[in-house]
């Protein structure tokens, strides 16, 4: 069966719901893992609560902003420098917390005049910040104060401060995507719109769903400005407040984690007509497909093309070195929930390797529905993975490597794997050219670590251990150090000597391969082409000239026969219909033979196109994200708009822009239609008919899999 039950989780069978192995030839309206739903009792989760979502996720990222925590000082400690954030203003955001630091007294009398007090304090210490986020946890919102009016009567009172309330306690959902869910719909509803930005360029952007890891924000912030494209909000990377006010004003959203911040460029879309354009900014291929997408949207691909241009020759011949070296290694991804989606086809595309085993944490469905259509055959996919759980995947694939985050990966440590954080990042930007080549290049410190190896080995095994007869002076380290090193050296050596010995075993079967097939084919090829090329040369321009030459007799030929033919018709056709009935009952028959063959031939020309039309659909859900939006009207809408701009393209039609939403449909068309030519060569040797016929076929497909059929319960709810 596809959804798994691993022996760890025997006394709680439905768990089973929750984890799915990929086999071949099914998709996701067959199977679907359970998720956002409750974590069940008895499984040790590692989610985070609704409030850390909001807090640490989104709000807190913010450069300029005093993030106010009402209830206990834990709450605040626990989301506070626990993520690699930086800014450019001294990294204000990490320096500091707030909390209104809630005792037992308060939450027995109330702590509304507590947080008064906080607020005015917190304003009072940073005289230069007037803008604050108040969050409440779980103790205050238990207790039913009302934070609300508190802002209000701080913003009278202080008069040029602006507070932005977030009601999420912990326990207000399953995980912490609530907390995602809660901010941007209410940063949607009380502020965008409250604030007018200072346009600087013709094109402008919102960034949304990118919170600067250990500078993500700088990488993508140093393309735009390259092409000329201001970014008017950071949603919330590097962001400050009052930017974050003005988002209506943008073009375009470019949409990175759409998992924790879709909502708002849902909404931004509906109330504003603002397009969404979803991209991969993390791996090489994909940092190339995102700027020609946003290049093509603003009609700038030339400046596009340059900054990848420039990119690709910095940092192209790098990520070939470590793809050397990590093609072949199995990796799994244990994570929030959009790295699942992000990363899978960028390391198995760009660096070789496998994805074999992958978790989310507070995914939803519809980031399992993105994942498994771009993941292989037999990979393990997990909602809300426990510990025990991990350590049986462990077993079952036996990976080279783990992207998670510390906790989990304190844990897969202890095993002797390598792990590198796919939260925090280690050594980070993970974004665009430079990020994908400073990610392979974590992945490859942590397999190859010699330390790994040492970790997993007991040198004292069969050993007599030095003594350091009480003199202290360390020489039975140095003694055992050597020892050490020159256990390595051992291993190093023996491995590099069955490296080399098998190339020297392969290379010589490799050539002799070559050589036999080389003196078949090349002679086949001289005797053919000498002969196809001077014919086709020499009648080309003898038939292009006589057509010419031709067309115009025949055309006043034509003028001058019509009026004598004319009358001649009427005096005929009373003669000719008898005929017609003598003969139609000697036609009919051959008609009757022929019809056979025909329905075979159009059957045979179906077929033909679904084929082709499941080859583009299989790449689409791999490579494509527009097909996966929040929601079914979503879905349609860029399905059709996409597609029908794709045959557009391909069909040599005019394309007509007179909207940003039909340009958002343009900018995904385009490089999917690239895409296709240089991926399927039978699709340049078709008729446009047929190409059309295709991507009708296409668009069937897609409906069929990702709204009629979905497994996807959120797909119609109207709150996302």
Known sequence: MPMKLFKCDETIPEREKHIYIKEKGEDTTQFLPSAHVETIPGSLSERGCSYCGAKLVIGGVLKDTIQLIHGPVGCAYDTWHTKRYPSDNGNFQLKYVWSSDMKEQHVVFGGEKLLKKAMLEAFAEFPDIKRMMVYTTCSTALIGDDIKPVVKEVE???GDVDIFTVECPGFAGVSQSKGHHVFNMGWMTDKVGTYEPEITSPYTINVIGDYNIQGDTFVMEKYMEKMGIQIIAHFTGNGTYDSLRGMHRAQLNVTNCARSAGYIANELKKKYGIPRIDVDTWGFDYAKEGLRKIGAFFGIEDKAEAVIAEEVAKYESKLEWYKERLTGKKVCIWTGGPRLWHWTKALEDDLGMHVVAMSSKFGHQEDFEKVIARGEEGTIYIDDGNELEFFEVLEMVKPDLVLTGPRVG???????????????????????????????????????????????????????????????NGKATKELSEEVVSLIQQQVKEATSEVKQLVKEVAPQVQKQAKEVAPQVQPQAKEVAPQVQPQAKEVAPQIQAQAKEVAPQVQVQAKEVAPQVQPQAKEVAPQVQPQAKEVAPQVQPQAKEAAPQVQVQAKEIASYIQERAAEVTKLIQERCLWQFHSRAWDREENINGVLNMAAQILTGEKVVLETLIERGFYADAKILSADLEIRFAWLNSM??????????????????????????????????
């Open 156 to 158: 009278k009172e202080l």
């Open 410 to 472: 304190a844990l897969v440590k202890k095993l002797h794997l390598p792990y590198v954080n796919g939260h925090g990042y280690h050594n980070g930007p993970y974004m665009g050219f430079e990020g994908a080549v400073n990610m392979a290049r974590d992945m490859y410190n942590a397999i190859y670590s010699p330390l790994m190896k040492l970790a997993n080995l007991d040198i004292r095994d069969g050993q007599k251990l030095p003594s350091t007869n009480g003199n202290g």
């Open 687 to 720: 008729e446009n008919s047929q190409k059309k016929a295709v991507l009708e076929a296409v668009k069937a497909m897609l409906i069929d899999i990702v709204i009629t059929k979905s497994k996807n319960g959120e797909l119609h709810y109207s709150l996302y």
